[in-house]
Nanobody, 121 residues
Framework: QVQLVESGGGLVQAGGSLKLSCTAS????????MGWFRQAPGKEREFVAS???????KDYADSVKGRFTISRDNENTVYLKMNSLKHVDTAVYYC???????????????WGQGTKVTVSS
């Protein structure tokens, strides 16, 4: 069973920064696209960012462009650096993996348990 484990969430003031990490239990995830999604209270889960298996292709939701950066290392960890955080960024952030990437939630095969990010205004 493949597992994705997120970390790095917490409480931060508006304008601050956080860096989330997601580590996969298998090195074969080096060949997977990785993505970040988030779900705010009372709202549906939404796409945040994704990165191809090579790291050469990245995609961002319009709401986070210019503020968030997705990256991955050469092993099995993907990161989400979040700058200039806003209250509206408050959500549980989930890591996901698949072979194709994309913004469609149901296209992603593996999910982490989520890490909570709270941005105080």
């Amino acid at each position: 069973q493949v597992q994705l484990v997120e970390s790095g969430g917490g409480l931060v003031q508006a304008g601050g920064s956080l860096k989330l990490s997601c580590t996969a239990s298998r090195r074969t995830f080096r060949s997977y696209a990785m993505g970040w999604f988030r779900q705010a209270p009372g709202k549906e889960r939404e796409f945040v960012a994704s990165i191809s298996w090579s790291g050469n292709s990245k995609d961002y939701a319009d709401s986070v462009k210019g503020r968030f950066t997705i990256s991955r290392d050469n092993e099995n960890t993907v990161y989400l650096k979040m700058n200039s955080l806003k209250h509206v960024d408050t959500a549980v952030y989930y890591c996901a993996a698949n072979h194709k990437g994309g913004e469609y939630i149901h296209a992603w095969d593996y999910w982490g348990q989520g890490t909570k990010v709270t941005v105080s205004s």
